[in-house]
């Protein structure tokens, strides 16, 4: 009876002594959390780093840029994800707090504007496609198109990509009532590759030879002319740490990874363009 | 002694089983309850922080705006018009393939097609919703006159082709006198008909020459509803018809009465009741359906000019909670998140309506059949 107890605590104790180490083991936890955009890159990212370093424990939320600058701020997490820079209100909160927000551009994000192949419209200016979203010009005809109500279609208003468009494009002006809305960038191709008089807009990664992009102020979209800023509805996409992380760190790997051929090769898969200019075949995925 | 025992063990045995059927009964009818309470608590937040004019007057849906508006009219049109268009689709295809089934097929032909009628409730929205998007919607863009014409014809031409030879009668027997009532009869019915295929022909042309620019709108979900509503309104319609038992059908073939007569006067009546709930549990699965209209209704917030124009896109109740979920934001308790919840409360509200109504009408129903 006795010599079992004490086989029980002797259990118990190296149970605890493991569970210990593992914990100090698992020191190198990263906490991620902010915009929805930014997600996929943080998620694949993660992915990607904790195959390479299984010790290393990531957890990436997503839950909008605002409330990944408000974790950051309240040292919550480490990286805030943000499809946007730090407003000065948000700068103040944290530098006040001793948190010194520094940023990591770790890819650039661009939305075509797509017509259907059929359409004989080749540009629009910004401000056309803010007019016609708006609601101001309704037909194709008024921007050298043919006689068709013009259809639009936009992304839900949960998504990143909408947030891009409602900001570079809209200018916070609001979008027309009979605006279509769909679930995601894949349905956006497929209702402006079906539809004749549609305009739409979808990630740079979802535009292919069955919908036609339209140049914007006369600019292609493309992996050049957004990573150099040519493109007008294109924006850099951030991720926040507090300082610039210690060399060497996990962390310090992490919002480091973009910059590597590894971390190109994942931004690309998913569809946003890299900082980064290795050669690889996944190039020929985004349109010229 | 020993019986005694027995009999109170039984006792108690019975008590204990009658306590479990009926936690589990009340459990069932407290989940509702449950249900109704959770989304009343969340919803109201809502009219404290907004009010109710906005919500139910208001006509402009920005909830994610800097400065957002929850006007909800458009939604609840637009699950209004969903919902008429689906019953206009169903009720009529449901209610005659009911009468077909019960009372003209023969019974062979009735075992085989009920249960491929049925395997039609078996199909997940999603794949209507998939259909609707991807096979209907660009049909309907390319084809959209042709089809709106075709249906025209069909359902205009027979009522038309009736109300001409009534008033074709009615009129030759005002103007003419009774020798030649036969060829005034004649006349004004081709008069008439002439009339009245110019008119159609007027009118199908102006359906032949619209143009639908998108095909996800209210007409494009309304036909795909009021098909995943069929299966619903033929079963409780038959069952209700065959309810209505031989005696009744054979007393009145024994009176003489032809299958027509009988069906018309004496089946319908009988078991009109029982298709009036069908009618309404068949509306009430158009109303609460999601995955179709999310996908193929368009989603555009907005009251179609006219109010009662199908070919534009539209916006449902059921389609805005399940779009809007994802970034309402539950932590801060925001309008945007509770709003979801108000508008969760006004489905349920009418679902509990129709409910109730289906449930008196059913009763009333029995009540007859007994006599």
């Keep these: 009876m006795k010599s079992k107890l004490s086989t029980a605590v002797c259990v118990i104790m190296a149970t605890a002594v493991l569970l210990g180490t593992s914990a100090s083991a698992a020191d190198s936890k990263i906490v991620i959390d902010g915009s929805t955009t930014v997600g996929p890159i943080a998620k694949a990212f993660a992915e990607y780093y904790m195959s390479q370093h299984p010790e290393c424990n990531i957890t990436v939320s997503e839950s909008g840029s ?78 050298g198109g043919p006689d068709k109500k013009i259809v639009k279609i936009s992304r839900d208003t949960n998504s990143g990509t909408y947030e891009t468009f409602y900001k570079l494009v809209m200018k916070k002006d609001k979008i027309s009532g009979d605006t279509e809305y769909v679930g995601s960038n894949g349905a956006v191709r497929q209702r402006v590759q079906t539809t004749p008089a549609a305009i739409g807009y979808a990630g740079l990664g979802f535009v292919d030879r069955t919908v036609k992009a339209l140049t914007v102020n006369a600019v292609q979209p493309s992996r050049q002319t957004v990573s150099s800023g040519l493109y007008p509805i294109a924006r850099p996409l951030y991720m926040f740490t507090n300082g610039y992380p210690k060399l060497g760190t996990p962390l310090h790997a992490f919002v480091t990874l973009h910059l590597t051929r590894e971390g190109q090769e994942i931004i690309e898969s998913i569809g946003y363009v890299p900082v980064t200019n290795y050669r690889t075949d996944a190039t020929s995925r985004i349109p010229e | 002694m020993l019986n005694k025992r027995a009999s109170r063990l039984r006792r108690l045995v019975a008590l204990g089983g009658h306590g479990v059927l009926l936690t589990i009964t009340a459990s069932s009818a407290l989940a509702v309850l449950f249900i109704f309470y959770f989304i009343a608590r969340d919803a109201f937040p809502f009219f404290q922080l907004r009010g109710f004019q906005e919500f139910f007057l208001g006509i402009e849906w920005y909830p994610s705006a800097d400065n957002p508006s929850f006007g909800a009219l458009p939604i609840f049109v637009g699950t209004g018009l969903v919902t008429l268009g689906a019953a206009a689709v169903a009720v009529p295809l449901g209610v005659a393939a009911a009468i077909c089934l019960s009372d003209i097929l023969p019974f062979g032909v009735r075992q085989f097609v009920k249960p491929v009628i049925e395997m039609l409730a078996a199909i997940p929205s999603v794949a209507f919703g998939f259909f609707a998007l991807v096979v209907f919607a660009p049909l309907m863009q390319e084809h959209g006159g042709r089809i709106l014409m075709i249906t025209w014809w069909c359902i205009a031409l027979p009522p038309a082709g009736i109300a001409v030879f009534i008033a074709a009668e009615v009129m030759a027997s005002r103007l003419f006198n009774e020798n030649s009532q036969n060829l005034g009869r004649t006349i004004c019915a081709a008069t008439l008909g002439g009339v009245a295929v110019t008119a159609l022909v007027f009118v199908g042309l102006r359906f032949n020459a619209m143009e639908v620019s998108s095909g996800t709108n209210a007409l494009n979900v309304a036909i795909i509803l009021g098909f995943m509503a069929l299966p619903t309104i033929i079963s409780v319609s038959e069952d209700s018809l065959q309810a209505v038992g031989r005696e009744l059908r054979e007393g009145a073939y024994a009176l003489g009465a032809t299958r027509a007569e009988t069906l018309l006067r004496v089946v319908i009546p009988a078991a009109l009741s029982g298709l009036c709930a069908a009618v309404i549990l068949g509306i009430m699965r158009a109303i609460g359906e999601t995955m179709v209209v999310w996908m193929a209704s368009g989603n555009a917030s907005q009251i179609p000019s006219p109010w009662f124009n199908l070919l534009e896109p539209v916006r449902t109740l059921t389609a805005t909670i399940a779009g809007d979920m994802g970034e309402a934001d539950h932590v801060t308790g925001s309008a945007r998140y509770h709003v979801l919840f108000a508008m969760a409360l006004a489905l349920l509200t009418i679902a509990f309506i129709c409910n109730l109504v289906s449930e008196r009408v059913i009763a009333k129903s029995v009540k007859m059949q007994r006599g």
Excluded at chain 1, 74 to 97: I, L, P, Q, T
């Design chain 1, 66 to 143: 605002g409330n990944g600058a408000k974790s950051l701020i309240n040292g919550v997490c480490d990286v805030a994800d943000m499809s946007r820079f730090m407003k000065d209100k948000e700068f103040k909160a944290a530098v006040e707090g001793g948190i010194m927000p520094v940023a990591h551009v770790v890819a650039m994000d661009g939305l075509p504007i797509i017509v259907h192949p059929s359409n004989p419209v080749r540009n629009l200016t910004v401000e056309q496609v803010h007019d016609i979203y708006a609601g101001k010009i309704t037909n194709w005809n008024q921007v």
